[in-house]
């Protein structure tokens, strides 16, 4: 008879603005309170807001996200303009551009501090893939909305256009995700790793989208 070993370290690794990172964090102020051992891994600039609580702290992106939102020409425009299309590229676009320290973080933390489940947030798709599929550590998706067809209401705080025209935009962003993820496999497989894009294709990844 197999026992399943019990749960107790757990790492949330999540990407964004600080608005993104702090639901996160609530979330890991919970589990230790539970009683977990919890590690939260997003970017250096919210380690202060995790300290403050007593939140151990893993550095994988190590930029200043609002920094970016307010120099990068590309953002701006799509804030200007409500190019909802364009401002996912630019988060994809970052994390394009710092790929490869960002891939080697997130496997020195992986091997270090190898959590018994890894919770999934925000902007943090390929390495929930990573994960599961080639570290296979169990991981667990959270998300601050959900990808759901509403034709009066669009997720996320975007506009609700007519006749549900918002939900397209949103699968077109998504499907704009998944040409990044062959950057961060090119950098895995130059530090011995695997594909992930071997394994998990555009259509799945999109289906599984869907269901968050």
Same mark, same amino acid.
């Given at each position: 008879?197999?026992?399943?070993?019990?749960?107790?370290?757990?790492?949330?690794?999540? +990407?964004?603005?600080?608005?993104?990172?702090?639901?996160?964090?609530?979330?890991?102020?919970?589990?230790?309170?539970?009683?977990?051992?919890?590690?939260?891994?997003?970017?250096?600039?919210?380690?202060?807001? %995790?300290?403050?609580?007593?939140?151990?702290?893993?550095?994988?992106? !190590?930029?200043?996200?609002?920094?970016? *939102?307010?120099?990068?020409?590309?953002?701006?425009?799509?804030? $200007?303009?409500?190019?909802?299309?364009? /401002?996912? #590229?630019?988060?994809?676009?970052?994390?394009?551009?710092? %790929?490869?320290?960002?891939?080697? %973080?997130?496997?020195?933390?992986?091997?270090?501090?190898?959590? !018994? @489940?890894?919770? $999934?947030?925000?902007?943090?798709?390929?390495?929930?893939?990573? $994960?599961?599929?080639? @570290?296979?550590?169990?991981?667990?998706?959270?998300? @601050?909305? $959900?990808?759901?067809?509403?034709?009066?209401?669009?997720?996320? #705080?975007?506009?609700?256009?007519?006749?549900?025209? +918002?939900?397209?935009?949103?699968?077109? *962003?998504?499907?704009?995700?998944?040409?990044?993820? /062959?950057?961060?496999?090119?950098? *895995?497989?130059?530090?011995?790793?695997?594909?992930?894009?071997?394994?998990?294709?555009? =259509?799945?990844?999109? &289906? =599984?989208?869907?269901? &968050?």
């Amino acid at each position: 008879m197999t026992t399943t070993p019990p749960l107790k370290n757990i790492s949330i690794i999540c +990407h964004g603005s600080r608005g993104d990172f702090q639901p996160y964090l609530a979330v890991a102020i919970e589990l230790q309170s539970r009683g977990y051992n919890v590690r939260i891994l997003s970017c250096a600039i919210y380690r202060p807001f %995790a300290d403050e609580f007593g939140i151990p702290f893993g550095t994988i992106w !190590d930029l200043d996200f609002k920094k970016s *939102m307010v120099e990068d020409e590309d953002v701006l425009e799509a804030f $200007a303009t409500g190019d909802v299309k364009k /401002a996912a #590229g630019f988060v994809a676009r970052l994390d394009v551009e710092n %790929a490869p320290r960002v891939c080697k %973080a997130f496997l020195e933390e992986m091997k270090e501090n190898r959590p !018994d @489940l890894l919770v $999934a947030g925000i902007f943090s798709d390929y390495f929930e893939a990573y $994960a599961g599929i080639v @570290l296979g550590i169990p991981t667990f998706r959270v998300r @601050l909305g $959900a990808i759901v067809f509403n034709p009066v209401r669009a997720p996320f #705080g975007f506009p609700t256009l007519p006749n549900g025209g +918002h939900f397209g935009i949103l699968m077109q *962003m998504m499907e704009g995700f998944y040409p990044s993820f /062959a950057v961060f496999d090119d950098t *895995m497989q130059s530090l011995g790793g695997m594909r992930v894009t071997d394994v998990l294709s555009k =259509e799945v990844f999109l &289906t =599984e989208a869907e269901k &968050t």
